[in-house]
């Protein structure tokens, strides 16, 4: 059974017997971006308990079933309508940032577009900068992916601080991957059952942009979602002949070679 990583799953919303499911399929390790409850939290207290689930308990669970779980921190571009408590939350991250299982600053991005996400994406860039942290984006749904995407690809361009090579674009579809591949990023494709990719489609991408500094994940949170959907892939590229050196590269090598730029990845 081939090993693999799932870079990006959100494993507080997921069951113990998800992560035995995902174990059995091969998982090896999860990276957990911060994201979004489901209602916005009241302040910052709820963030940091948050992060304190991220970095200890939720490492623990996965460690039981063998599976080595990193983490990345961040407010959320749903919460950042609301400016000051982002910068709060903000200027709380970095008494987590010694944390061995912290990977970088995610997944930051934009949701609707607006100002306000603008200026608190910018703030995460800001931090991830001086701290020297790699950056996990995600970019919108459906209608908004194109315009946020280049909206997100500028910013990021803009700081100037930030080496390409250390940013991950995260949701990329056919219309965003080239943009995000041509400006020195990695990507991030979301098998998800109802939007974002499938498994076919992923594989058609890889097929047509090839392999380098491509990633796939199941995104898989509290809603509609699955958390074997990298095993879905597996199995796509395996029924189109691909062989398994090319696989292994997408689902196993290539997360690993972009968190071990982190300072404190060990693996
Ligand atoms: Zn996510």
Redesign the pocket.
């Known amino acids: 059974m081939a090993q693999y990583i799932d870079p990006?799953?959100?494993m507080v919303s997921r069951t113990t017997d998800d992560y035995k499911r995902m174990a059995l399929a091969g998982c090896v390790m999860v990276s957990e971006?911060a994201?979004w409850a489901g209602f916005d939290r009241s302040g910052v207290e709820g963030f940091r308990d948050y992060f304190r689930q991220l970095v200890d308990f939720e490492a623990r669970r996965a460690a039981a079933y063998g599976i080595a779980h990193h983490c990345w921190l961040c407010i959320n571009a749903k919460e950042a309508e609301n400016v000051a408590l982002s910068r709060e939350v903000i200027a709380m991250i970095p008494e987590f940032l010694d944390h061995p299982s912290v990977i970088g600053i995610g997944?930051i991005g934009l949701n609707k577009n607006t100002k306000n996400e603008a200026t608190v994406f910018l703030d995460h860039l800001d931090l991830a900068a001086r701290m020297d942290e790699l950056v996990l984006v995600?970019t919108p749904h459906l209608a908004d992916k194109y315009q946020g995407t280049r909206m997100i690809l500028d910013m990021v361009k803009g700081d100037g601080r930030i080496k390409p090579e250390r940013v991950c674009i995260?949701h990329v579809e056919e219309h965003t991957i080239r943009p995000a591949l041509d400006a020195g990023h990695w990507v991030g494709m979301?098998l998800y059952p109802i939007s974002k990719c499938t498994p076919a489609r992923a594989a058609d991408m890889v097929e047509a942009y090839g392999s380098d500094r491509v990633m796939v994940n199941s995104?898989g949170?509290w809603g509609h979602s699955d958390p074997l959907a990298v095993p879905e892939f597996i199995f796509e590229m395996k029924r189109r002949g691909h062989d398994e050196a090319l696989i292994r590269k997408v689902v196993y090598d290539n997360p690993l070679a972009f968190f071990r730029q982190s300072r404190r990845f060990k693996s």
């Open positions: 990006h799953i959100h971006p994201f997944e995600h995260d979301t995104a949170d």
